[in-house]
């Protein structure tokens, strides 16, 4: 892991009981006849189900991991005209902290209960993708044992 990713991983997580999820990288993956792309949409699949069920009015929701430095939450939401509005946020992890950059040029820094609330999502998707995609565990990066 890079010095800069190191330095972001230690400005958003705390405790020291995370630092084994950040092994998991995709160069790590079992090997499977899947594009990345797929790979990406089936783990932001269970990423949007870390945020319980879907509203009514949510039509889809995806919660995933680019890469080393950028989470993107999206989300398709009926208004009440009936239109189908799309939201995308981008989280970009930076030395200086998690930058949350929104349509029509929004950027700001987490901070507070919002912080804490990406950090336990964070936590949350490494632990499920882990476990249900790649069948590893995610202290450890092992692969599961079959009971």
């Not at 949510?58 to 208004?79: A, C, P, S």
């Not at 509005?85 to 349509?103: A, F, S, W």
């Amino acid at each position: 892991m890079s010095k800069i990713l190191k330095k972001a991983a230690s400005l958003v997580f705390a405790d020291e009981s995370v630092k084994p999820l950040m092994r998991i990288r995709r160069k790590d993956r079992p090997a499977k006849p899947l594009t990345e792309r797929q790979l990406i949409q089936m783990e932001s699949q269970i990423g949007a189900t870390i945020f319980g069920d879907k509203p009514e009015h949510v039509q889809r929701r995806e919660f995933f991991n680019l890469d080393k430095k950028t989470w993107i939450w999206y989300e398709e939401v009926v208004g009440a005209d009936g239109k189908v509005k799309e939201l995308t946020t981008k989280y970009e992890i930076q030395e200086k902290g998690v930058l949350k950059v929104q349509p029509n040029y929004q950027y700001s820094y987490l901070e507070g209960e919002e912080l804490h609330n990406f950090v336990l999502a964070v936590k949350e998707y490494y632990e499920r993708v882990s476990r249900k995609l790649y069948k590893q565990d995610p202290d450890t990066g092992k692969p599961l044992q079959v009971v």
